[in-house]
């Protein structure tokens, strides 16, 4: 039996059990480096003098030191004709918070939580680094300077029409990489980022119109003055579109094919990123010989690359088989026996990759498929039949867009595997994948909610989510 707790703190409603639950939102700045402590401040709404915060990471310390302030209004300028009659977002308050983050916390994000005597309702967002990190100074004018690269920066398009420029002197010659997080946090602003020599010519320009957050790429030369601008696609600014840009030099790694390889197997890997052989700011390719590791789970692998530089990659040793999509033969043979994993490229424009399992009544089996290479993809899993009947479907799982897909045998046989990209951002562009077949045994799989409001001396009804899994 699996079970899933999801629950991080039972709230006590009192006297104030009519009043609204507070929510959690955003966090300026949207995170800072493992092993730091620094001030932030924490917004929401419905927040009372005994807000209290939690971090869902016992790694996080989140203290307040002060009140919940005045509410946010919106900041001039304002949109005029149609747009004026556009509905804004909610008006939160904000609290200034001590966050202090444990050493040994990895890099990515951490959600933390407003709680008071009516409840919680809601989680924010921030992120962990591992590197030099910035604050960008609002009530500065004009590009802010950094220092040194790499570095990651956070910031916020506060006000409408506003653009954040980042101007640096670059230290070497070759690619630079900007990468935007800001729909990752849960920001809801389509990013735009341009660079500029220091005569404002346009060197490279990247618009995140799709919502996955931006990339941008340019040739640079060693002791030479950059900007790089960041603005939202329409314009829009807000007190929560709250963003981290993260600069580096240099070559970097952006996908590897295969990303999963059988443990003490030994073959060549396909690295593919920005300056990899030329040191020049395009996507090329560098093959490594290397043997996985003896033990099963993540990796990261590391090489030297253009110039000298080293650069890394994660990879993933599995205990199960591994093959090439492109080893197989024909759809009639492409036969996989789970637990199995197969490595593939989806062929550009529309490419849909087929493969075989042979099906037992009443057997379940879990499909899952990751994209390794461009980030805009977005895979679909289907299974059919023998009569290509559809028996089961994969589309984004919990937090990603990489699909997942549990299916019951209803009947001996021949199943067909279907995967394909539904993006459409990659005409043109090859798609790579990895995809697993793992068979599922007979459990159940237990949820209880995040928060269970109680009266204080009360009693209360804990409703419990059984999923069934396996068959069971």
């Known amino acids: 039996m699996r079970i899933l707790i999801l629950a991080l703190s039972v709230c006590v409603a009192g006297s104030a059990v009519a009043q609204s639950v507070p929510t959690s939102g955003h966090a300026f700045p949207a995170g800072g480096?493992?092993?730091?402590?620094?001030?932030?401040?924490?917004?929401?709404?419905?927040?009372?003098?005994d807000v209290r915060f939690?971090?869902?990471?016992?790694?996080?310390?989140?203290?307040?030191?002060?009140?919940?302030?005045p509410v946010l209004v919106p900041l001039p300028p304002y949109?005029?004709?149609?747009?004026?009659?556009?509905?804004?977002?909610?008006?939160?308050?904000e609290v200034e918070a001590r966050i202090t983050l444990s050493a040994d916390l990895p890099e990515g994000p951490v959600r933390w939580r407003a709680v008071n005597a009516c409840g919680s309702k809601g989680s924010g967002l921030f992120m962990v680094g591992r590197g030099h990190e910035m604050i960008e100074n609002e009530s500065t004018t004009g590009p802010r300077k950094l220092d040194r690269l790499p570095v990651t920066v956070s910031g916020r398009l506060g006000r409408i029409e506003e653009t954040d420029v980042y101007a640096f002197t670059a230290s070497r010659t070759g690619p630079v990489v900007v990468e935007l997080f800001a729909r990752r946090l849960g920001s809801d602003f389509n990013g735009v980022l341009e660079a500029r020599d220091s005569t404002g010519r346009v060197l490279a320009e990247c618009a995140d119109t799709s919502g996955r957050d931006a990339v941008l790429a340019f040739d640079a030369k060693a002791g030479e003055k950059y900007a790089i601008s960041l603005r939202d696609v329409d314009y829009r600014g807000y007190h929560s579109f709250t963003y981290r840009l993260h600069f580096s030099e240099g070559p970097r790694v952006r996908a590897c094919f295969p990303s999963a390889g059988r443990c003490g197997q030994s073959g060549n890997i396909e690295f593919s990123g920005h300056g990899l052989v030329t040191g020049a700011a395009r996507l090329e390719n560098v093959n490594q010989k290397m043997t996985f590791p003896a033990q099963p789970g993540p990796f990261i692998h590391t090489f030297d690359c253009a110039g000298g530089m080293r650069v890394s990659a994660t990879l993933n040793a599995v205990a199960h088989s591994e093959v090439l999509e492109s080893a197989m033969a024909d759809v009639a043979g492409r036969l996989l026996v789970a637990p199995a994993g197969v490595s593939g490229i989806l062929a550009p424009d529309n490419d849909v990759d087929e493969f075989r399992?042979?099906?037992?009544?009443?057997?379940?089996?879990?499909?899952?498929?990751?994209?390794?290479?461009?980030?805009?993809?977005?895979?679909v899993l289907r299974m059919l039949d023998a009569n290509n009947v559809v028996v089961g479907k994969g589309d984004d799982s919990p937090g990603s867009t990489d699909p997942v897909m549990a299916v019951t045998f209803p009947a001996d046989g021949s199943y067909k595997i279907r995967i394909w990209d539904q993006s459409g951002a990659n005409r043109g562009a090859s798609v790579p994948y990895h995809l697993v077949v793992q068979p599922t045994t007979a459990d159940f799989r237990l949820e209880i909610p995040a928060v269970f409001p109680l009266l204080i001396g009360g009693e209360g009804n804990l409703t419990i989510k059984a999923t069934r899994l396996g068959g069971f």
């Open 79 to 93: 949109w005029l004709a149609p747009k004026s009659s556009l509905n804004d977002p909610g008006l939160p308050r």
């Open 54 to 69: 939690v971090s869902h990471d016992s790694r996080v310390r989140i203290e307040p030191l002060g009140l919940p302030g």
């Open 357 to 379: 399992i042979e099906g037992m009544k009443g057997k379940s089996v879990e499909v899952r498929a990751v994209s390794t290479g461009l980030p805009s993809t977005d895979l």
């Open 33 to 49: 480096a493992a092993g730091s402590t620094f001030t932030a401040r924490l917004s929401g709404t419905d927040w009372t003098p």
